[in-house]
């Protein structure tokens, strides 16, 4: 790491990873996110996970669209460029620069309306691609940032700050991802640390497209426990505009459990999911019945969480290509201009 | 049969065939037209074909010009007339004095004959039938063979179709063979049974040489082979297609490695013109050289992100082939309509800058033009082709290479650069000319930053303060002043008279040049000038202030050439005056010749 | 039926339906698709199915996309309103028609270029919501209209008239369809009437959203057999624009099999698929294990056809918005208009 | 304290709210704007957040104007500052002799003291935190305790804040209980320590009856409910947004049954704007007025879309809220930057009517207009509004209904009708007007037709024919010459100097007002003309025709409405002086005053 001329000036008793970087090399810049979102936990959970991984940071891509969760990239690995899209089309933009050098480590955030609304259909092109990266859903159910419309996530039943319920049946991105061909699908909590991370670690590592959706509660817009929403509500007279004009100070949501078991997480909005975490002998390799299975429990109202399936021997989109190990990006003049002495020849089907 | 014989016309003359498509004609013409080309006359093809695959009428349009004029100049001398469904209208459009070829196997309706026209029938399905096994072979060689007729009545030289068969079928001798049979075939039938050769006949002359028949397509493809262009992402859509097909088709040959098959290139077929664009960007950020070809309603969808790479400066090249609009319009057909679209393309403030070649020589060379001025102006760049620049054989000058060239990458930051700065600020205007420095990703820490289509300032964060807001935009408006220098200038003709003048844009040039020449012979002498990108250089503005009046020739219903001269340079829009072809077909000389001729007739500007 | 003031002359003996039509009165323009294009089968399948179960025709709205199979609708049903969407965007055309006039059958017929590629995302949110209509892609593996590009349906190994082979793991609609909650699911073959007619049929009476995927093999662009590719190949110093410059004349492909049993079927680029029908016992209400059960056949390089999943409980559209049963397009203007009267009390907030 | 004493000033000053965002102040403001409405007083209220939900800087401005201005004055009179971040700069914006309250409960920094600001603290948290239990209502009536205080220092009757939290809690009276005793803290607290009231002062007058203070969005989804429109389709997009949550709010209280529940109505949320605009179209190709809101980014999208309804010629209403571009641009900032994109919205030949309400009350009445002419000319038609007009509340007389008003459907033809035709042809311009007649799915046989944005002629049967093509083209130019007669014509005012005048649009009208009574007051009288609606009526021409020039106040960058009055109207550009702000910020008086005086300064035109 030649680059880190002047150092931060970091306690010394902080640990280093194999790089000599500390874990606040990893940072971004400060998150403008409600206090106890959990979008700030799978922020948390990435700066641990490169840090462990010894990642160079600036060998890191990150990419986004908009909304809450897509703002989060700014708020890690600050030595990483990073490319904040239009609504949506983060997958195409990924698309684009890992076809020009794959060599870098590829980091997307979206948000399930992000990805599952207006960005479905670029979402499921990128897992048909098995375009080589890691693609976190950070999944709450609603649009954060337009100030708590349902997304195509949100369960039925699900009630909004505004009172309204959910009817829509929901888009499943771990169900999708089973449909569209996905190499490496997983699940987590915001608040699971524990699993989070290895999971992230795991996905950095996939040759392929890797999709964690990891549920993660929106404090602001599931803020409707009773005493709540009647004060939303009473207020017939004011505007909408004004719904989330006040914002709970609330705490991240935790969540511990072991393999196999099941955990109810109480949200905040005195809801509950329920958490099933894959068994040991669980075979994350069928992907049908993956998909019956993972179906089946959330029938039964229930998430299986973990490594869901893996392929491995999925080829990214440079094998299909077959382009050169060395990225597009970085070759010469005189590997991409065939110059005069070849116009004769191109000519002559002209002539 | 003893019609009115047609005068005596050497390399002077418009051939029409009518087919039905799908049925492998555009390759038999395609031949004829090489033939002539191989001949040394100047030719130029239009292919009108239907957007359907197979079954429908299409046709194919040849002139020939002595004089190297390349629109079309509005009459048919020679029609060959292959689909029963259209015979009526085609033998209609045949000029008195003008020959009909048909298919005589069948009978032809009594109704559908013309006193002013040599009708000539040859039983080409009962040949064909008689002569080739095979639905297939049947069918394909009674499209050769009226060429072989062609060739006797046109006095082409045999061996010059004998070569380009062979060039054609080099690896499949047995299919030279049967297409020289069949060629033969209507070669002798039309010296046994017509007057050989006709009136309107073929001499060799020595005007093609140094020449080449290429689609402008191609051309393109060619120029961001050249250019460097590692990355293609688009979406098929007519007529832009045959741009990606043609850019794989080379790098296949110039860009894979022989021995291991690697590629030095990527071309990704996209989901649709969002996702294409967006990748562009994506590699385009990346360092790559990375473009789109697509047609109108691409662009319609690219919008957003199009503003997206205005504000956020990420460079990306865009090639608009247009045709006719609006909607989904006619996409077999040609317009220049998308000036404006091109040129203010998304919401919010947000200007571009456009080229537009006029035929498939500027193709080339602006293909290579636009990724320079894309990267170094970090932004995207439209060139605006259309479907007849794009999609037909125009002849033009050999394509030259000057090794002597480099890629203008612009100002990128690299490693060295970054250890030694304190800090990068990415929209920060060091050097005044309204372009900042860039760095890539993976290259250093200090040059991370994170880009973003929101509000941000000049060191590239984000911001809703009023006055960054306005630094940026600010800046971004110098840039644009700056691209007005480094744009390809216009290209103007001649010292005629002040009182008028003509100023027109990418394919119109074939007609207003032909138009002009046929004006200058009634004594009318006009300057004439063609821009070629926009935003306009100087030179633009100077010419309108020259001429009390401009007649502006687009190919568009709304003027939008004209809009955008008025809304870009300090020209009183009364002097503009608008000469409009857009019926979707290639404009002709007589289009701008009649409004010309109209206007100076009725004396004071429109 | 008034309105046929002028009955067109049709022969005596041509066999009527209830509604005292006949077949003729369901047809459309004259086709302008290639001769044996698998897409004309589908379309009179759809004139036979309207006519069997006597539909009016007017009642009948037909909505599409861009491409070969999405100029189909004019080729039947002369009498009903057509809408002739931009490409890949019908299902929100179909969404906005249906909500505002539920009461017409709803014939959308799209492309696998249509619906997989730049549709996709509006197609998966069409069956999330259950919209009331029957939905066929005219499934080719190709974007036909456009000339022969591989769409995102084209199999792996699957060759193009121009010689390049498919590597890309392909979007399969049946799967897609089960993940993201389609009602009625259900695949066939252009060539087999004995099983499209009764699928168009069930899928027109489907109260919510009925998905068939025809497979529909285009004969111009899948028309390289040996003799022709090396035609088309050697071809060397034509443009690439010439390359659907001759199109064989072709037959229509036919199937005929039972339930239970497979066929394999040659394609006239001398490919062959194999299908095989739902046996008797199929059951067709599972999901989860209706997608392991045709992934798995997939993988066999079977595609299993028949109605493969429906849910006749799904609540469409209208059912989750409770929308009155009148159409919303014939109210009257006082049932829409709260007039004068109402001002003062919407005023009163905002003084 | 010994401050310089702020002179009096009754009913025209500015307080400016500088809060956190998520911390309850927007309610708490906006209680206290409307309690100096229900003083009589003319007053108007801006919000300036940010793009985010909880934590960052958020302002409100509030102006109390006697004169009923309604624009921006540029000043700060009463800073009340609840955010520690922005202190300094909320202090330096103070006006001198101004007055500037914050939270005591913590020691403020000695170096952010101005000797020519009034510095009022009071300990906001600690009384709070003693007088309410639990978070959430501590940090909220923090703000409601400000607001008591305030109401002490103006003099604004208590009564007043009391019948509004009574209105406004009027199902949970513990609630209004707890905000009263919070107001009656503050109030109290101020009384003990500040000379109350301030020289800044309230004081009855009689100018707001007959008046409401609604903001755009609500007033324009109110036109949707009364114009009749029953299906809304639309993707979540600021400031667009609440526009569709009013609407949907009026419908669940208007065109629900009660009994049943049954809505008369579907509001459908998209996936997204692409989808939304489809839906729209759809839902008006069945017969039903169907709408959709959004902003630029938004309208990018719908781009295609919005050239197939122009094409198609299928009704639709759009309503733009726009905000800064480009691109994502600031979403919760104001500008007028979709001018050139909504006219000529996507590729090809296209324009598009577009209505220019500049405050809520022609939201409402241009949202009803909106439909009837998408009806009448059978194509989409935008409602450009803006984030100032509808997120901010505006004083505007009450909104009238007259229950004489009918829906114009326009020309649809009927079962009875369809029976008595022998053909029906879609595209036909029976009537001269360039307005062709359609029918509605479902109704009967004959008026069946295939709706298609790819080339039909006349009888709307496929085409690719030019002359057929040109047709429908043509005539659709005549049918935008017709939309010229049916749009609301401009504004105008004054009979001043023939030498300069001023054109604006929109939102600009307050500023452009009060600054023509500021140069009013020096002598400098300018005729005033306020555009409603694109394509421009006669009256535009006439207008600037009649003066030698012409400011052109508008709040973008690029001059976007100069740009079009060159392009849509036979002015000469020199005449027209563009007068742009395009900070983000609503335009002051300040700006426009500046620049004219300025130019009139210099003499010539620009
Ligand atoms: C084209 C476009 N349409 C709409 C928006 C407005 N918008 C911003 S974020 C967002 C939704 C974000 O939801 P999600 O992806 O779930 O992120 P979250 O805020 O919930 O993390 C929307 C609709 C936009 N920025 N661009
Ligand atoms: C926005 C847009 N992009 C591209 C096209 C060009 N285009 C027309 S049809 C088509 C593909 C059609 O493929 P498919 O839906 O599979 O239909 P098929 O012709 O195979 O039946 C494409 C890409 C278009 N019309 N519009
Ligand atoms: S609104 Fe919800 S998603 Fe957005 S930052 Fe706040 S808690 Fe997180
Ligand atoms: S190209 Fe293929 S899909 Fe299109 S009409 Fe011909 S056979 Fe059918
Ligand atoms: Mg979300
Ligand atoms: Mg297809």
């Known amino acids: 790491m030649s680059y880190m001329r002047k150092p931060k000036i970091v306690h010394p008793g902080l640990k280093k990873n194999a790089l000599g970087l500390t874990r606040r090399d990893y940072e971004g810049a ?91 259909g670029q979402f499921c092109h990128a897992m048909r691609r098995n375009l080589d990266m890691l693609y976190i859903i950070e999944n709450n159910g609603v649009y954060g940032l337009t100030k708590g419309q349902f997304s195509a996530s949100a369960d039925v039943g699900t009630k909004a700050k505004k009172g309204e319920t959910n009817e829509q049946p929901p888009i499943d991105p771990v169900l999708t991802a089973l449909a569209l061909g996905s190499t490496f699908v997983a699940r987590s909590f915001s608040g699971d640390k524990e699993q989070l991370v290895p999971l992230i670690k795991a996905g950095l590592k996939h040759k392929g497209f890797a999709l964690i959706d990891v549920l993660s509660p929106c404090v602001t817009f599931n803020d409707h426990e009773d005493s709540t929403k009647s004060y939303a509500f009473t207020r017939q007279h004011y505007h909408p505009a004004l719904e989330a004009d006040f914002v709970q100070p609330a705490d991240e949501i935790m969540a511990d459990y072991d393999a196999g078991a099941a955990i109810e997480i109480d949200l905040h909005d005195g809801s509950r999911i329920m958490l099933r975490k894959t068994a040991p002998d669980y075979d994350a390799q069928n992907r049908g019945l993956a998909f019956a299975y993972i179906k089946d429990k959330l029938r039964l109202g229930e998430y299986l969480t973990g490594l869901l399936f893996v392929d491995e ?14 990225p597009l990006n970085s070759l010469d003049w005189d590997a991409v201009c065939p110059g005069s002495s070849a116009m004769p020849g191109i000519l002559s089907r002209y002539s | 049969m003893s019609k009115p014989q047609a005068a005596e016309r050497i390399n002077d003359f418009v051939i029409k065939l009518a087919n039905v498509n799908g049925t492998g004609s555009a390759s038999a013409n395609s031949l004829l037209m090489k033939s002539i080309f191989r001949m040394g006359v100047p030719v130029v093809g239009k292919n009108f074909f239907p957007s359907n695959i197979q079954g429908l009428p299409t046709w194919y349009e040849i002139r020939l010009s002595r004089d190297g004029h390349i629109s079309r100049s509005g009459d048919v001398d020679i029609m060959v007339a292959m689909n029963a469904e259209t015979y009526g209208r085609d033998l209609a459009e045949v000029s008195p004095g003008g020959v009909l070829i048909y298919d005589s196997t069948w009978p032809r309706s009594q109704e559908l004959i013309r006193e002013d026209v040599t009708i000539l029938g040859m039983p080409l399905a009962k040949m064909c039938n008689e002569n080739f096994d095979g639905v297939r072979g049947r069918i394909l060689m009674k499209n050769v063979a009226y060429v072989g007729a062609l060739v006797a009545l046109l006095n082409i030289e045999l061996d010059i179709i004998k070569d380009l068969l062979s060039e054609t079928f080099s690896s499949k001798p047995r299919l030279a063979e049967a297409n020289m049979k ?68 080379f790098c296949d040959q110039y860009r894979t490695d022989e021995e291991t098959g690697e590629r030095r290139f990527c071309v990704v077929q996209a989901e649709d013109e969002l996702a294409a664009i967006g990748m562009v960007l994506g590699a385009n950020w990346m360092g790559a050289r990375a473009f789109t070809p697509t047609s109108g309603p691409g662009v319609s969808l690219m919008s957003e992100f199009i503003g997206y790479g205005y504000y956020a400066e990420v460079p990306a090249v865009i090639f608009d082939v247009q045709r006719v609009g609006p909607s989904t319009g006619m996409p077999t057909r040609t317009q220049q309509c998308d000036i404006l679209l091109a040129a203010y ?107 973003r289509g929101s509000g941000h300032n000049a060191r590239g964060a984000y911001t809703e303060d009023s006055d960054e807001y306005r630094e940026v935009m600010d800046r971004l408006t110098r840039k644009f002043a700056t691209a007005a220098e480094l744009v390809p200038g216009p290209v103007t003709i001649g010292n005629g008279r002040s009182d008028a003048a003509v100023l027109s844009v990418g394919s119109c040039d074939g007609a207003v040049r032909e138009a002009l020449s046929i004006l200058s012979a009634e004594g009318v002498n006009l300057s004439y000038m063609r821009v070629r990108a926009f935003p306009f250089s100087a030179e633009v503005q100077a010419f309108l202030d020259r001429h009390e009046r401009v007649f502006v020739v687009e190919q568009n219903r709304d003027a939008q050439l004209r809009t955008l001269l008025i809304a870009e340079t300090r020209v009183d829009p009364g002097k503009l005056v608008p000469v409009l072809h857009y019926d979707g077909l290639p404009i002709g000389s007589d289009c701008v010749v009649g409004a010309i001729r109209e206007a100076m007739a009725t004396g004071a500007a429109a």
């Not at chain 1, 021997?313 to 060395?326: E, F, I, L, P």
């Not at chain 2, 033969?184 to 001499?203: I, K, M, N, T, W």
């Not at chain 2, 919401?347 to 537009?356: M, S, Y």
């Open chain 1, 30 to 120: 400060m998150s403008t996110l409600c206090a106890g979102c959990g979008h700030d936990s799978i922020t948390a959970g990435i700066i641990q996970a490169c840090f462990e991984l010894s990642v160079e940071p600036h060998r890191v891509a990150k990419v986004s669209g908009i909304g809450c969760s897509s703002k989060t990239p700014a708020y890690f690995l600050s030595a990483s460029h990073g490319f904040n899209a239009v609504h949506g089309r983060m997958p195409a933009v990924a698309t684009g620069a890992n076809a020009a050098n794959p060599d870098l480590y590829y980091i997307g955030v979206s948000g399930d309306g992000d990805s599952l609304s207006i960005g479905l």
């Open chain 1, 313 to 326: 021997d999925g080829r990214d989109m440079h094998a299909v290509n077959q382009t050169v190990s060395q």
């Open chain 2, 182 to 249: 069949a060629i033969q075939l209507g070669y002798d039938y039309a010296l046994e049974h017509f007057q050989c050769p006709l009136p309107l006949r073929v001499s060799r002359m020595d005007k093609t040489a140094g020449h080449i028949m290429i689609d402008g397509n191609s051309a393109a493809a060619l120029g961001c082979l050249y250019a460097g262009a590692t990355v293609g992402a688009w979406y098929p859509i007519t007529p832009s297609t045959s741009l990606m097909d043609a850019f794989r088709t």
């Open chain 2, 345 to 451: 393309c998304s919401h919010g403030d947000t200007r571009h800058p456009v080229l537009f070649p006029a035929d498939p020589h500027e193709c080339f060379e602006m293909a290579v033009k636009a990724f320079d001025l894309a990267e170094r102006l970090q932004t995207p760049v439209f060139v605006l082709s259309d479907l007849d620049i794009g999609m037909n054989d125009w002849m033009c000058p050999k394509l030259e290479w000057d090794d002597a060239y480099r890629w203008d990458r612009g100002k990128v930051l690299g490693r060295e650069e970054l250890e030694k700065m304190d800090h990068f600020w990415r929209y920060h205007d060091a050097d005044g000319d309204g372009i900042p420095y860039r760095t890539l990703p993976g290259v250093h820490p200090r040059g991370a930053y994170f880009t």
